[in-house]
């Protein structure tokens, strides 16, 4: 079982930064791959990036990548997700999420994730 609370949300202007952490409970954190998915008012939730286990292989998005940054500490039972250069477009509610399963690579689509944080919103203006 993993319990998963995000924080670092807020507003912030364009080309801007944020930082999102993933606190998790639980004593198989250390053997969850991570993920971050966001969803915007009236969208699906969307792939954002994902890490594996040991921190060693990571995945991102196209809108995302080059800007954003995924990065674990097991140590802290936490995920991080530094946003840089953010846009409008970045605006939505942004989740954190594990995968116990331990396949073979990272998955992309919401229900490859077994447990799921309440989301915390990130608002980008113009």
């Known amino acids: 079982q993993v319990q998963l609370v995000e924080s670092g949300g807020g507003l912030v202007q364009a080309r801007g930064s944020l930082r999102l952490s993933c606190a998790a409970s639980?004593?198989?954190?250390?053997?969850?791959?991570m993920a971050w998915f966001r969803q915007a008012p009236g969208k699906e939730r969307e792939f954002v990036t994902a890490?594996?286990?040991?921190?060693?292989?990571?995945l991102y998005a196209d809108s995302v990548k080059g800007r954003f940054t995924i990065s674990r500490d097991n140590t802290k039972n936490t995920v991080y997700l530094q946003m840089n250069s953010l846009k409008p477009e970045d605006t939505a509610v942004y989740y954190c999420?594990?995968?116990?399963?331990?396949?073979?690579?990272?998955?992309?689509?919401?229900?490859?994730?077994?447990?799921w944080g309440q989301g915390t919103q990130v608002t980008v203006s113009s």
């Open positions: 890490i594996t286990w040991s921190g060693g292989s990571t």
């Open positions: 639980g004593r198989t954190f250390s053997a969850s791959a």
């Open positions: 999420a594990a995968d116990l399963s331990r396949g073979p690579r990272l998955g992309t689509r919401t229900y490859e994730y077994q447990y």
